[in-house]
């Protein structure tokens, strides 16, 4: 099994609303991913989880807060967006074989601002 | 530097095979990557290939990989309908204690009859 899934997968929110993406594996891999895509764009790594914790964060604004209860979940909050931040909001996860970080995407949340 | 680059778009026809292009820059890329994104979905992982090896080969998918000339390709034979979707290649690049993918522009692939 090498899926991940994300939930919703489309979102419409207001600049005042706070929402918040979920994603979910249980491939037992320990480290998960953050990518936001825009159209006709590849994808921008914006954070990384490794054991549960914070690893990287790609200098992403403070309106977008991640967080990771378990080592199956990862959450994107979101706060106070702006029109620019619509786009496709994509998460991944990676298994550590043969040498290869091998990241398996799931389908995404497609996510409005307006 | 980190910069991988790809042609933006291949028109074939069915039945034909199709050659997506790369080339990248880390000549330290340890894997290279061939991703599948189809119209509002996510990225589908299709073959990767280990930069000691100059071809791989899964079914219908071959990836030749020049590391001299740091050119990577994604052979598809046979092309179907169902393969129109937009390619990416991906190299790897070890920052912050972890292998960060570095993504090409994607190209979009279209197949007609």
């Known amino acids: 099994d090498t899926e991940v899934t994300q939930t919703p997968k489309h979102l419409v929110m207001g600049m005042t609303n706070k929402k918040s993406l979920k994603c979910e594996q249980h491939m037992g891999h320990r480290a998960m991913y953050w990518y936001k895509q825009k159209a006709k764009k590849p994808p921008e790594l914006m954070f990384v989880y490794s054991y549960e914790k914070l690893s990287i964060n790609e200098s992403v604004p403070s309106r977008f807060s991640p967080e990771c209860p378990n080592s199956s979940l990862l959450n994107l909050h979101l706060h106070a967006l702006q029109p620019e931040d619509s786009a496709l909001y994509l998460c991944?996860?990676?298994?550590?074989?043969?040498?290869?970080?091998?990241?398996?995407f799931g389908p995404g949340t497609r996510l409005l601002v307006l | 530097g980190e910069d991988v680059e790809q042609s933006l778009f291949l028109s074939v026809r069915e039945g034909d095979s199709s050659v997506i292009n790369c080339t990248y820059t880390?000549?330290?890329?340890?894997?290279l990557y061939w991703y599948k994104q189809e119209p509002g979905a996510g990225l589908q992982l299709l073959t990767y290939i280990f930069s000691n090896m100059d071809m791989k080969q899964d079914q219908r998918l071959t990836v030749l990989l020049n590391k001299k000339d740091k050119h990577l390709s994604l052979r598809i034979a046979d092309t179907q309908t169902g393969d129109s979707a937009i390619y990416f290649c991906a190299e790897t690049l070890f920052s912050g204690g972890y292998n960060k993918l570095i993504f090409g522009a994607g190209t979009r692939l279209a197949v007609h009859p």
């Open positions: 991944a996860s990676s298994q550590v074989f043969a040498g290869a970080e091998t990241q398996y």
């Open positions: 880390d000549s330290s890329s340890t894997y």
